[in-house]
């Protein structure tokens, strides 16, 4: 079975960073794309960024731009959000997920479990 296991949430002030990562088992991980959501409470779960199935193509929604990035870890089946400068606004549940083609074109086919963030002073 497929598990999307995902770490480092937590919380922290306005302007900080945290790291978020998603470690898979149970598929080939270089042949999917992954990306990361959220969802703040009474909220849709909104996309923020993808990563293509080998890595070389990232795409972001505008307003995280410039402040978060994300990346594919080959070795460790891993993807990471690196996130700075940190909003209350980014408060939400962050969640992992699996493509089931590319990243832009294509559905999620498997979610994790969700990790929190809270930016708060």
């Known amino acids: 079975a497929v598990q999307l296991v995902e770490s480092g949430g937590g919380s922290v002030q306005p302007g900080g960073s945290l790291r978020l990562s998603c470690t898979a088992s149970?598929?080939?991980?270089?042949?999917?794309?992954m990306g990361w959501f959220r969802q703040a409470p009474g909220k849709e779960r909104e996309w923020i960024a993808c990563?293509?199935?080998?890595?070389?193509?990232?795409d972001y929604e505008d307003f995280v731009k410039g402040r978060f990035t994300i990346s594919k870890d080959k070795a460790k089946k891993t993807v990471t959000l690196q996130m700075n400068s940190l909003k209350a606004e980014d408060t939400a549940m962050y969640y992992c997920?699996?493509?089931?083609?590319?990243?832009?074109?294509?559905?999620?086919?498997?979610w994790g479990q969700g990790t929190q963030v809270t930016v708060s002073a």
């Open positions: 149970g598929l080939t991980f270089d042949d999917y794309a």
């Open positions: 990563v293509s199935q080998g890595g070389g193509f990232t």
């Open positions: 997920a699996v493509y089931g083609g590319s990243c832009l074109v294509s559905k999620v086919i498997y």
